[in-house]
């Protein structure tokens, strides 16, 4: 079986286990402890970013890469279309999704993390203390803002993310107002990159991630609430209707990773 080594809230691994639902392919997740887990990630990999994907004897680094592997490997449910013009344009938005739609959205997250204690601690793994929960919430915001400003995650970044995010959701919905998927008439690697990245802007309205149930339809304030993305939020909520399969019997009705064990 296909083993995916992921951090349960990491949109980039959420793009992937969208990738492997739509494709239809039985895979594990193991959840990559960080620090100490990233470790055997690095001794499998060569590297310690999540997700890795490892089918037998191969391991493959990085989301694209892993989509791209698996569509090589497992071409039935294609992710790319066959016409050269469209092929080319889903590349595009596919690295237009992890290279802004991502970084972007992962700044503009922690923005809300450092300013709305109850979003903060939404965040936390579903089986953390409730005594971590109570001191993660009590740290004040200006102080995480603080922090934050020292490793590109200030309140002009912030700003910045967040004026970007908002022309990227405007133009997603002009996009797919017409149109059922970003390119052509069937989901590709386009569709399902821009709906696993955008989980830092709004998680989903149903319980496919291992987070508490309460965080469903929740996310960045100014950004998931607003009406005029809605169209967008609406069309993802489809899509992970019909591409993306809630685990039975985990945990907290997510994929219910198991956790690396390091020696």
């Not at 639902?21 to 990999?45: H, N, W």
């Not at 400003?149 to 919905?173: H, M, N, W, Y």
Request: hydrophobic share 40%; glycine share 10%; net charge negative.
């Amino acid at each position: 079986m296909l083993e995916l080594y992921q951090f349960e809230a990491s949109a980039y691994s959420e793009k992937v286990k969208l990738i492997l639902d739509y494709k239809q392919l039985p895979y594990k997740a193991i959840e990559v402890t960080p620090g100490v887990g990233q470790i055997e990630l690095f001794q499998m990999s060569g590297q310690r970013k999540v997700p890795v994907l490892k089918d037998g004897t191969e391991v493959v680094p990085d989301s694209t890469e892993i989509a791209l592997y698996l569509e090589e490997k497992y071409p039935e449910r294609p992710l790319l279309p066959t016409d050269s013009y469209q092929k080319g344009l889903c590349l595009a938005i596919e690295d237009w999704a992890d290279e802004s739609l991502g970084i972007q959205g992962r700044k503009a997250m922690i923005g809300a993390f450092s300013q709305h204690p109850n979003f903060r601690t939404a965040l936390l793994p579903a089986a953390t203390p409730d005594l971590v929960k109570n001191l993660v919430g009590a740290v004040p915001g200006d102080i995480l803002s603080i922090l934050g400003a020292g490793v590109g995650f200030g309140p002009e970044d912030i700003k910045e993310a967040t004026r970007v995010l908002k022309q990227a959701l405007k133009s997603l919905c002009l996009m797919l107002s017409d149109h059922p998927y970003l390119v052509g008439d069937q989901p590709t690697l386009a569709d399902l990159a821009v709906a696993g990245i955008t989980m830092y802007i709004k998680f989903p309205s149903s319980q496919y991630v291992d987070l508490p149930e309460g965080i469903c339809g929740k996310g960045v304030p100014g950004l998931a609430d607003d009406i005029s993305y809605q169209p967008f939020f609406d069309w993802r909520d489809r899509l992970y209707l019909a591409c993306r399969k809630v685990r039975v019997g985990a945990p907290s009705g997510g994929s219910g990773p198991t956790s690396i064990n390091i020696d």
